[in-house]
């Protein structure tokens, strides 16, 4: 069964500052692997979605990059902003439909 | 409008009594989910439908049932709810699109409490 464990749980960091958020997962048989956004009593937000075959998807002052083999995966997010601020959570489509979710990065972006 | 929209936002029940969660969707997508999201275990899936007539459980599908009435609507049922059924349940839908990309699009999400 495929694991997904996001480290760290939690992170707090003062506006403008670069930040990475890890993601790590125990089979490298993936389809893809999404970053999301999840604001609270909200939905899902969907930033980035990386295939196998790929390494990198950017998006405005998100990147997010893929290594396979080992299992790993970071989100970037440059200049952090307090809008920034949720719960970031990684997820991996080992059948090439259903997701496996990690419990998610809470990330405080201070003033 | 939102594209992935789910009814009732909140429900509050009691014990054995049976409930209904409803999505509804206009992205004109064949794959819809109902996953579950309970606080230190992350989401699980727990019915998926590919299409009107292909229904498959997922990874914690007892004490539930799915109806996928149309391509656009895709319904929970908890027959008989039990106070750990009390959790945020959230729909989603995908679509196989160009390079085969299934991005998961999530509606507002359910948050249902079971006394």
């Known amino acids: 069964k495929q694991e997904v464990t996001q480290i760290p749980a939690a992170l707090s960091v003062p506006e403008g500052e670069n930040l990475v958020l890890n993601c790590s997962f125990t089979?490298?048989?993936?389809?893809?692997l999404q970053w999301f956004r999840q604001d609270p009593g909200k939905g899902l937000t969907s930033l980035l979605l990386i295939q196998s075959s790929q390494r990198e998807q950017t998006s405005g002052r998100l990147n997010a990059s893929l290594d396979k083999s080992s299992g790993r995966s970071t989100l970037y997010i440059a200049a952090s902003q307090p809008g920034d601020s949720a719960t970031y959570l990684c997820a991996v489509s080992s059948s090439g439909y259903a997701l496996n979710f990690g419990k998610g990065t809470s990330l405080l972006v201070t003033p | 409008d939102a594209d992935v929209t789910q009814t009732p936002r909140n429900r509050i029940t009691k014990t054995g009594k049976r409930i209904m969660l409803e999505c509804s969707q206009t992205?004109?997508?064949?794959?819809m989910y109902w996953y579950r999201q309970d606080p230190g275990l992350g989401l699980r899936l727990i019915y998926y439908s590919f299409d009107v007539k292909d229904i498959n459980k997922g990874e914690i599908s007892d004490g539930y049932s799915v109806s996928r009435q149309a391509q656009a609507k895709f319904s929970l049922s908890l027959e008989s709810a039990i106070p750990n059924q009390t959790a945020l349940y959230f729909c989603a839908t995908s679509d196989l699109g160009r390079g085969g990309l299934d991005t998961q699009y999530f509606g507002p999400g359910t948050r249902l409490t079971v006394l």
């Open positions: 089979d490298s048989a993936i389809y893809n």
């Open positions: 992205k004109g997508h064949d794959r």
